[in-house]
């Protein structure tokens, strides 16, 4: 399958480590101009300028996902430099300590929510109107396996993740027929999968891939290029009960993405 992104554009939001510099990284080395975010500025602007040294078009943008002008922002200097929007992989989001329901802080609980799920939505929004007006796009949100089942401690994370799926499902039935694509990434170990809405009908499926740096940029390619998509349907149901059969099992080990 060809990879590649010439003269497409992509926006890799929790670009400073991990999982989100990893795509941006991959993005630019496809060929992509490429716009690295992320509440922390020196991580970004030292991977934007290694890109840009290596010969890839890339820019680096300080933005906090929980506030909405900022990502209004981020995504009007995107497009006022590169022109366009033509892929964005929603990575954003943090963490939160194991705890009981009845001892976790509301606090807590709202930083975490602002970040994972509002931070979501507002990138989404902004991502949204952009495409909108080109005709154009694709849309990747990162969930995690906790947004399919549950764990002793984890509700507040799980709460967030939880609706990062829901939010994905209903938003991409609402553009899938305008030539844009949303769908959501949920990792933990050793496994991705890719929660897809089909663009003529109302059912979704998941796609089990193994992960690798370009997974994200593999999907993105296929979303951009390949759709409509003839997936098998899976139902997400099942899918949580053979996860959850294998977190008892000790499969995924402690950590849970």
């Known amino acids: 399958m060809n990879l590649a992104f010439d003269s497409k554009v992509a926006l890799v939001t929790g670009a400073g480590s991990g999982i989100g510099l990893a795509t941006a990284k991959a993005f630019a080395e496809a060929g992509a101009s490429v ?11 030292s991977a934007a ?33 590169f022109g366009r929007l033509d892929a964005a992989f929603n990575n954003a989001g943090v963490q939160s300590p194991a705890v009981e329901t009845a001892d976790a802080s509301g606090e807590e609980f709202d930083r975490v929510i602002a970040i994972n799920l509002r931070g979501v939505w507002n990138c989404m929004k902004h991502e949204l109107r952009q495409m909108r007006e080109q005709g154009s796009g ?35 039935l609402e553009y899938a027929s305008r030539g844009i694509r949303i769908n959501v990434s949920i990792l933990e170990s050793g496994l991705t999968f890719f929660l897809t809405v089909k663009p003529d009908s109302r059912m979704d499926t998941l796609q089990e891939t193994r992960p690798s740096r370009a997974s994200c ?30 977190v008892r099992s000790g499969f995924l080990g402690p950590a849970v993405h």
């Not at 716009?35 to 602007?45: G, K, M, S």
């Not at 290029?225 to 139902?235: K, V």
């Open 35 to 45: 716009a690295l975010a992320d509440v922390h500025e020196n991580p970004i602007r």
């Open 49 to 81: 300028e290694e890109l840009v040294s290596a010969g890839h078009k890339a820019i680096a943008i300080r933005c906090d996902v929980t506030d909405e002008a900022q990502v209004a922002a981020m995504i009007g200097q995107t497009v006022s430099i």
């Open 138 to 172: 694709a849309i990747v949100n990162c969930s995690s396996i906790g947004g399919l089942v549950g764990l002793p401690g984890r509700a507040t994370y799980h709460a967030s993740k939880h609706g990062v799926i829901g939010l994905t499902r209903s938003s991409a």
């Open 217 to 246: 940029v593999l999907f993105f390619r296929v979303q951009l290029q390949f759709c409509p998509l003839r997936l098998a349907i899976l139902r997400i149901k099942a899918i949580a009960q053979w996860t959850w059969d294998r």
